[in-house]
């Protein structure tokens, strides 16, 4: 008796079962795909859910950025008694918005960054710089602000019937989209509404 793969074996077997213990050693080709498309199948939910990960971080952010924004204007306000673009109430009646209510927070007549409009008592600047949003787009305030069930800040505040009833600052979010001057109105924004009427 001889100790082969296969255990012990007697001397006339032992060829035969050498070669049978040779198959049963290793993967076969079939095995190895099972295990690659597992691996692939993984690796992509990995991937899609590092993806959900980030654009939740990136919105998160972007709440962050907006709070920022938002306390600056109040600190404007506080010294000045004026809101961005010379607003003196941040919602104002909708017969006395302006064909201008609509405007980039980076704008200088902003007055956050610079005294664009040479107020009395302004006391800024009340941001170094007034950041992109994660999506490298700008932040916008809008006077006449519609806002959606499913927009992210716009929570108790929803409008359906279609008034433009919040005051807010605006990111356009991922897709950027803008039209008029300021954010479409859609799902994907991000919003820090200021006050509703």
Same mark, same amino acid.
């Given at each position: 008796?001889?100790?082969? %793969? %296969?255990?012990?074996?007697?001397?006339?077997?032992?060829?035969?079962?050498?070669?049978? %213990?040779?198959?049963?050693?290793?993967?076969?080709?079939?095995?190895?795909?099972?295990?690659?498309?597992?691996?692939?199948?993984?690796?992509?939910?990995?991937?899609?859910?590092?993806?959900?990960?980030?654009?939740?971080?990136?919105?998160?952010?972007?709440?962050?950025?907006?709070?920022?924004?938002?306390? =600056?204007?109040?600190?404007?306000?506080?010294?000045?008694?004026?809101?961005?673009?010379?607003?003196?109430?941040?919602?104002?009646?909708?017969?006395?918005?302006?064909?201008? /209510?609509?405007?980039?927070?980076?704008?200088?007549?902003? @007055?956050?960054?610079?005294?664009?409009?040479?107020?009395?008592?302004?006391? @800024?600047?009340?941001? =170094?710089?007034?950041?992109?949003?994660?999506?490298? /787009?700008?932040?916008?305030?809008?006077?006449?602000?519609?806002?959606?069930?499913?927009?992210?800040?716009?929570? @108790?505040?929803?409008?359906?019937?279609?008034?433009?009833?919040?005051?807010?600052?605006?990111?356009?979010?991922?897709?950027?989209?803008?039209?008029?001057?300021?954010?479409?109105?859609?799902?994907?924004?991000?919003?820090?509404?200021?006050?509703?009427?």
């Amino acid at each position: 008796m001889t100790r082969g %793969c %296969c255990g012990i074996l007697p001397h006339s077997t032992q060829q035969r079962r050498s070669t049978n %213990c040779m198959k049963k050693v290793g993967f076969t080709l079939i095995e190895l795909l099972i295990v690659i498309a597992i691996l692939g199948i993984l690796s992509v939910v990995v991937f899609t859910s590092l993806q959900s990960a980030r654009e939740g971080a990136r919105s998160a952010a972007a709440v962050q950025q907006l709070q920022k924004i938002y306390d =600056a204007i109040r600190f404007q306000h506080i010294d000045t008694g004026l809101y961005p673009n010379n607003l003196t109430y941040l919602c104002e009646p909708l017969d006395e918005i302006s064909s201008t /209510n609509e405007f980039r927070i980076s704008d200088p007549s902003t @007055g956050l960054v610079t005294n664009g409009r040479g107020w009395a008592g302004w006391g @800024g600047p009340y941001m =170094a710089t007034i950041p992109l949003d994660p999506w490298g /787009n700008e932040y916008y305030f809008d006077d006449d602000y519609r806002c959606l069930a499913e927009t992210l800040g716009c929570n @108790g505040v929803e409008d359906p019937s279609g008034r433009l009833n919040s005051s807010a600052i605006v990111s356009c979010g991922p897709n950027g989209v803008v039209s008029s001057g300021s954010c479409s109105y859609d799902a994907d924004n991000i919003v820090f509404v200021l006050c509703r009427r």
